[in-house]
């Protein structure tokens, strides 16, 4: 079992409908890339995030695979195109099996 | 020629050591990151349409900020299919693949990177008419980021 991803998530205050928005989210997570050793010389299994799904109002947006290439504690910036205030989920999946969902709501003005 | 080494001098070398740019044949080769992009998106890639925002020189290669957007209007009839990025000297070439949808709005991504050492950072655009396209840049790492 893996812990919190304490995801943190910008999203416009408010957006108008049509208009295209930055969505940034920041995890916690080591993303062992399986290269690191620790003090006894033994490498540290790999342990990363493998993949991102995104979703708003239900439907995908974007999804990302995750190499190990990817820094510790992921920052990572995409767009979606505003519609309706409703949720935009997001769904990663850990090397370890664990599912880590989160949803966050974007307000659509207009 | 080692054991008559103090134990600090010893200790004090390995620490160079790992600081040290690792030699390049640790890590993958310009030809395994191409192999692998034709894995992903097989076909011929024109230059254009893709731009890559990296620091030409970074101090730290365990956090390397890196921003990829790809010209497009993102609508159902025309849009960025799949984004492949990878990164030619790490130990294994594969950085991060993503598959969008019109729903996106605008083909932009933004991450941070483990760069191993210094070597070339390439992007793959694959269209929704089939069409490929790429950029790369190349980056000098002076610590790298791999044991991070």
Same mark, same amino acid.
């Given at each position: 079992?893996?812990?919190?991803?304490?995801?943190?998530?910008?999203?416009?205050?408010?957006?108008?409908?049509?208009?295209?928005?930055?969505?940034?989210?920041?995890?916690?997570?080591?993303?062992?890339?399986?290269?690191?050793?620790?003090?006894?010389? &033994? #490498?540290? =299994?790999?342990?990363?995030? @493998?993949? %991102?799904?995104?979703?708003? +109002?239900?439907? $995908?947006?974007?999804? *990302? &695979? #995750?190499? =190990?290439?990817?820094?510790? @504690?992921? %920052?990572?910036?995409?767009? +979606?195109?505003? $519609?309706?205030?409703? *949720?935009?989920?997001?769904?990663?999946?850990?090397?370890?099996?664990?599912?880590?969902?989160?949803?966050?709501?974007?307000?659509?003005?207009? | 020629?080692?054991?008559?080494?103090?134990?600090?001098?010893?200790?004090?070398?390995?620490?160079?050591?790992?600081?040290?740019?690792?030699?390049?044949?640790?890590?993958?080769?310009?030809?395994?990151?191409?192999?692998?992009?034709?894995?992903?998106?097989?076909?011929?890639?024109?230059?254009?349409?893709?731009?890559?925002?990296?620091?030409?020189?970074?101090?730290?290669?365990?956090?390397?900020?890196?921003?990829?957007?790809?010209?497009?209007?993102?609508?159902?009839?025309?849009?960025?299919?799949?984004?492949?990025?990878?990164?030619?000297?790490?130990?294994?070439?594969?950085?991060?693949?993503?598959?969008?949808?019109?729903?996106?709005?605008?083909?932009?991504?933004?991450?941070?990177?483990?760069?191993?050492?210094?070597?070339?950072?390439?992007?793959?655009?694959?269209?929704?008419?089939?069409?490929?396209?790429?950029?790369?840049?190349?980056?000098?790492?002076?610590?790298?980021?791999?044991?991070?």
């Amino acid at each position: 079992m893996s812990a919190d991803l304490a995801p943190r998530v910008r999203l416009p205050a408010s957006a108008r409908r049509g208009e295209v928005v930055e969505v940034r989210v920041l995890v916690q997570h080591p993303m062992e890339s399986g290269q690191r050793r620790d003090e006894a010389g &033994r #490498l540290v =299994p790999r342990r990363i995030l @493998n993949a %991102l799904v995104v979703r708003y +109002l239900g439907r $995908e947006v974007m999804r *990302m &695979r #995750l190499e =190990p290439a990817i820094a510790a @504690n992921p %920052l990572l910036g995409f767009f +979606l195109r505003a $519609e309706e205030t409703g *949720m935009v989920e997001l769904e990663w999946t850990d090397d370890d099996g664990t599912i880590h969902r989160s949803s966050h709501r974007l307000n659509v003005a207009g | 020629m080692a054991e008559t080494l103090p134990r600090r001098a010893l200790v004090a070398a390995g620490l160079a050591a790992a600081m040290a740019p690792l030699p390049r044949e640790s890590g993958a080769t310009p030809a395994e990151a191409r192999d692998l992009l034709q894995r992903l998106a097989p076909g011929a890639a024109r230059e254009g349409r893709v731009a890559l925002r990296i620091e030409a020189i970074v101090d730290n290669g365990a956090q390397v900020p890196l921003v990829v957007s790809v010209e497009s209007p993102m609508t159902e009839a025309d849009h960025v299919r799949a984004l492949h990025v990878v990164a030619d000297g790490n130990p294994a070439p594969g950085v991060a693949s993503f598959a969008f949808t019109p729903r996106a709005g605008r083909c932009e991504v933004s991450m941070r990177l483990r760069l191993a050492r210094s070597q070339r950072v390439v992007a793959l655009a694959e269209m929704s008419d089939g069409s490929l396209w790429t950029a790369s840049r190349e980056v000098t790492v002076t610590v790298g980021g791999c044991s991070a």
